[in-house]
């Protein structure tokens, strides 16, 4: 395997070239982190492998999660300990795996009441509820739960309500950039021989005269390719019955989506300095307050907070967060600080939507459980739906399993100790120093940006005004990690849009002459670019000033 940053087997139209001649043994459709992740089981097993994407890697689900490597502690409420236990197990394995990726966060429980005394019975069963993620595995990450008197838990969050707060506890997960892991694994899939490429919009299935699927046919940059594989995967997410749709002909209506959203606010209005869990009033649900981008001083640049969890019958290619969701998160937020967040505060908003399995007599997508589920139809295509984040990898060896048995081959999964590219080496940097943004981001790989800065010292320069991102990783992310648009490079290749969409609008016009030459464009398909960016922030803008009654 090659660890080199720049390295030609992630070139795309290399990618494009042998998705044309090759015949694979596994055929994966879908990009997200099930897709990619199933993509590097089947390649360091030995299976010749290829990946194809309709938009970008991430694009969908993947990048807009809750960033968090974690059990799931509400889990254990809905007597799903197996999973809460695969997913602490799964949680450790990332963090050896991707230390550069993966960091550990404490995250706290504060006790609000209304007059200053904690009920015995809540205080005790926040206490079991601790206790049995620490012997689910939590503890594994090196540190158990505490409780906190008032004074320490109010340290960690001074606005919160300070006649209200009664105690807290304090326990520890994990967190990662979702898409940036998610582009992670497929760069380390192609490492493994994987054929990887974004852009490749799955138009028809090829069967032979029993029925059973042998290819796919792709449409991308105004050409079709015919795709040859042995097995093909469908891990398309939410997209997994409109795949299915178009082999079985018909809609098999297996999936029930929940859209979750979240808000970005500046740090100085929460000034959290961990993840703080709130309760939602009147429902049963509670939200995560997570502060972002540590700057050298221990302050931060934004807190973002979510997310909701709601039924979804709109377009899936455009969920978005509503004006009735920003009222709910606010009005969750507001009850546990005292600052006062209104939206005209927010500076950035995300909705994604959850792949979750139908299941009978579930009256809230909440209840409905986070467990994956793989089937194989009449044509052979196997399809893995449902899970979370933070156990792509068990679903994806569970998939490639399936796959071995339909080629009847044996092969041993490598991936539970599998070190991810930037992985090898890797030093903790030190927190909020100039060197832990591209540290944690490209992990021992950073050599491949700094040696761009060391061309061209102008690319140390900050990529947009008041974000830690380098003009560098843009050039980068064109260069080395097939991002194709302004939105790949503003959105999931950085953050930018997710935690101050104004100020990207601002800086469009910058990125797009910045990258432009990389990708060919001539000043009218520049200008096209940046109109389609500033349509698309304008959209979500007017969104969030809509609500789902209108």
């Not at 799964?90 to 007059?115: C, G, W, Y």
């Not at 959203?261 to 209005?269: G, R």
């Not at 002459?513 to 200008?527: H, K, M, N, T, V």
């Amino acid at each position: 395997m090659s660890s080199t940053a720049g390295d030609a087997r992630f070139d795309r139209q290399q990618m494009l070239q042998r998705l044309a001649d090759e015949t694979f043994d596994v055929l994966v459709v879908g990009g997200g982190i099930t897709g990619v992740g199933v993509a590097l089981d089947a390649a360091s097993r030995g299976l010749s492998t290829a990946l194809v994407e309709r938009d970008d890697f991430a694009s969908g689900t993947s990048s807009k999660s809750s960033k968090l490597i974690h059990g799931g502690l509400r889990y254990l409420q809905q007597g799903e300990v197996r999973l809460v236990y695969e997913a602490l197990h799964e949680r450790q394995r990332l963090r050896k795996n991707a230390p550069h990726l993966v960091s550990v966060l404490p995250f706290m429980i504060p006790i609000l009441t209304r007059d200053g005394v904690v009920s015995r019975r809540i205080a005790r069963l926040l206490g079991m509820s601790m206790w049995m993620y620490d012997l689910t595995g939590g503890w594994r990450i090196g540190k158990r739960h505490k409780r906190l008197d008032k004074d320490a838990a109010f340290t960690h969050l001074p606005t919160m309500p300070e006649s209200r707060l009664a105690s807290a506890y304090l326990y520890y997960d994990a967190t990662a950039d979702d898409a940036r892991l998610c582009l992670t694994v497929a760069r380390t899939a192609a490492a493994y021989g994987a054929t990887v490429a974004n852009g490749c919009r799955v138009v028809e299935f090829s069967k032979d005269d029993a029925g059973h699927a042998t290819g796919v046919i792709v449409e991308t940059d105004g050409n079709r390719i015919a795709v040859t594989a042995k097995v093909i995967v469908n891990a398309t997410g939410v997209w997994a019955d409109e795949v299915r749709a178009l082999a079985e002909r018909e809609h098999p209506d297996s999936l029930r989506p929940a859209k979750g959203v979240h808000l970005t606010v500046p740090w100085s209005k929460i000034r959290n300095d961990i993840a703080v869990v709130i309760p939602v009033p009147k429902d049963r649900r509670s939200l995560f307050v997570v502060p972002w981008g540590e700057l050298p001083d221990g302050t931060f640049r934004h807190t973002y907070v979510g997310t909701t969890d709601t039924d979804y019958d709109g377009d899936l290619d455009d969920p978005q967060c509503t004006k009735d969701d920003i009222d709910y998160v606010l009005k969750a937020l507001n009850a546990s600080i005292t600052t006062g967040i209104t939206a005209d505060d927010v500076t950035g908003t995300w909705a994604g939507l959850r792949p979750l399995v139908k299941q009978a007599g579930s009256a809230r997508t909440a209840d409905l459980s986070r467990r994956h589920s793989i089937t194989t139809d009449e044509a052979g295509i196997i399809s893995v739906t449902g899970g979370k984040l933070t156990t792509y990898r068990e679903m994806a060896e569970d998939t490639v399993d399936a796959a071995l048995e339909r080629l009847s081959r044996r092969a041993r999964c490598r991936t539970k100790k599998l070190p991810l590219l930037g992985a090898l080496g890797f030093r903790e940097p030190l927190p909020g120093s100039p060197q832990a943004h591209l540290a944690r981001r490209y992990g021992t790989e950073v050599a491949a940006v700094q040696s761009l800065i060391s061309a061209d010292p102008t690319l140390g320069d900050v990529l947009i005004d008041g974000l830690p991102y380098l003009r560098a990783e843009a050039v980068h992310a064109v260069r080395n990690e097939m991002a194709r648009s302004l939105d790949d490079v503003l959105s999931r290749r950085t953050r930018a849009r997710l935690f101050d969409r104004a100020a990207t609008v601002r800086a469009a016009a910058t990125v797009a002459a910045l990258i432009g030459p990389e990708l060919g464009w001539d000043d009218a398909q520049q200008r096209a670019e940046v109109d389609a960016y500033l349509a698309s922030c304008a959209h979500e803008d007017t969104a969030g000033q809509a609500s789902m009654a209108e």
